[in-house]
């Protein structure tokens, strides 16, 4: 059974920073497209930033050039790199396989980033 395990959200005001981590257990992250998504209130959850096996980095408009995926492959995990917040990045952030990487894991319980000032 995976399981997928997000975190390092919170509050923050606009112009900071945030990192987040996603852990897996039960199965290799590095081997497969993974990308980060996020839902915010009232909207669908979008697709922002996936990184392949390769490390090629794909971003969504809105985020380019603030946000940086990546890959610890010693925890099994996938980083979100964000400066630069603005009120609208405000969402439940999640992680999972990037587009047309099915079937897609369970997913996690997210992890809140809230930008206030």
């Known amino acids: 059974q995976v399981s997928l395990v997000e975190s390092g959200g919170g509050l923050v005001q606009p112009g900071g920073s945030l990192t987040l981590s996603c852990v897996a257990s039960?199965?290799?992250?590095?081997?497969?497209?993974m990308g980060w998504h996020r839902q915010a209130p009232g909207k669908q959850r979008e697709l922002i930033a996936h990184?392949?096996?390769?490390?090629?980095?794909i971003y969504e408009d809105s985020v380019k050039g603030r946000f940086t995926i990546s890959r610890d492959i010693n925890k099994n995990a996938v980083l979100l790199h964000m400066n630069s917040l603005k009120l609208t990045d405000t969402a439940v952030y999640y992680c999972?396989?990037?587009?047309?990487?099915?079937?897609?894991?369970?997913w996690g319980q997210g992890t809140q980033v809230t930008v206030s000032s």
């Open positions: 999972n396989k990037g587009p047309n990487s099915w079937p897609k894991y369970p």
């Open positions: 039960g199965s290799r992250l590095s081997l497969y497209t």
């Open positions: 990184l392949t096996p390769g490390n090629d980095t």
